[in-house]
């Protein structure tokens, strides 16, 4: 059998107008992918290296060619887990195993990967990013039709005007907002309430990642999700009691291989899941469509926030988001 040759590329995708968070904005999204070949079948993953994890294109890129060696030794999904830290290069490698895995036997990746049937397609957010209340309310207005899950990103002042506005554009939508660590404990029992009253399934990460203890105990009216507090299998336990609601993301797990691990783990432990993402193309996507199976929230939009993605690509049906096929991954 052929020894198996790593390649690794860096990729910029256009972002259509600006993503906004409360941590700044964004006009294009950088993803790094790998990808392994036997020179017959070839697999592939993408990540996007975060900033925020202490991640960048040029680290990301030299951690996954520092793995070529061992990849054309054979490193299989399971060594990798070893050899590798959790983050974003690990998720692009594990991810282009799955699927060269899947190339070579002819069988779908949820299949290798033991589920009981075939992904079903997946009711995904639709991301509102944070903007003045007009705005946003006109876009979930232009959106709430063809969208009726949508995810507002807010910042901390404000933030109840904006909601009260999306809410008042889209009636019926079904509502979760993400601070992305932007609020203080006296923002978070002022808006929980409100929040509330306005029909919010879900706030997503309100305090900073280093200052969530403060949430021990409280009596959120609102459920709370960690996502940056939320990594790999071994934050779980640390996130008892202070969240119901974890939000999995492979570039923070490492790859689907955790992923998976992971969204057990957290239902076996009484956590509500999301699966989230990155702002990144469909082959992104891809990978967390198996891990969004069963999910409570599924927020796997980045394809929809870009203005070209990649041929072929995933398929939206508005907010219904197709399997992947084959010819994309896996």
């Known amino acids: 059998m052929s020894a198996i040759r790593l390649t690794v590329s860096r990729e910029a995708f256009p972002i259509r107008g600006a993503f906004r968070i409360s941590r700044g904005a964004k006009t294009e999204a950088h993803v790094v992918v790998a990808e392994v070949s036997d020179g017959e079948h070839r697999g592939r993953g993408e990540c996007v290296p975060y900033a925020r994890y202490g991640e960048s294109v040029d680290g990301v890129a030299a951690a996954l060619e520092a793995m070529a060696e061992a990849v054309a ?13 959790p983050g974003a290069a690990r998720n692009a490698l594990d991810c282009a195993l799955w699927d060269l895995e899947a190339k070579r036997s002819g069988m779908p990746v949820w299949r290798l990967a033991g589920l009981d049937r075939p992904p079903e397609p997946l009711v995904t957010c639709y991301t509102l990013s944070v903007d003045e209340p007009a705005a946003m309310a006109e876009a979930a207005r232009g959106r709430a039709a063809r969208h009726p899950l949508l995810k507002m990103k807010l910042t901390g002042d404000g933030d109840l005007e904006r909601v009260a506005a999306v809410r008042a554009a889209a009636p019926a939508a079904r509502l979760v907002v993400d601070a992305n660590e932007g609020w203080t404990l006296d923002q978070l029992h002022r808006f929980a309430p409100v929040l509330a009253g306005l029909g919010v399934e879900m ?4 305090l900073p990642a280093g200052r969530d203890e403060a949430l021990r105990g409280i009596d959120c009216p609102v459920p709370l999700g960690a996502d940056e507090s939320c990594h790999g299998l071994e934050s779980l336990e640390r996130l008892r009691g202070l969240y119901r609601v974890v939000n999995v993301k492979l570039d923070k797990t490492g790859g689907l291989t955790e992923a998976l691990a992971m969204t057990r783990a957290a239902r076996a432990s009484g956590f509500e899941v999301m699966v989230g993402c990155m702002v990144a193309t469909s082959l992104a996507m891809a990978p967390a469509v198996l891990a969004g199976q069963g999910a409570r929230w599924v927020d796997l939009d980045g394809p929809l926030l870009l203005a070209r993605d990649r041929e072929p690509g995933l398929v939206y049906d508005g907010a219904v988001l197709q399997p992947p096929a084959p010819e994309l991954w896996g």
Request: aromatic share 0%.
């Open 73 to 85: 030794g054979g490193l299989d999904r399971q060594a990798l887990s070893r050899a590798m830290a």
């Open 203 to 206: 706030i997503e990460q309100p």
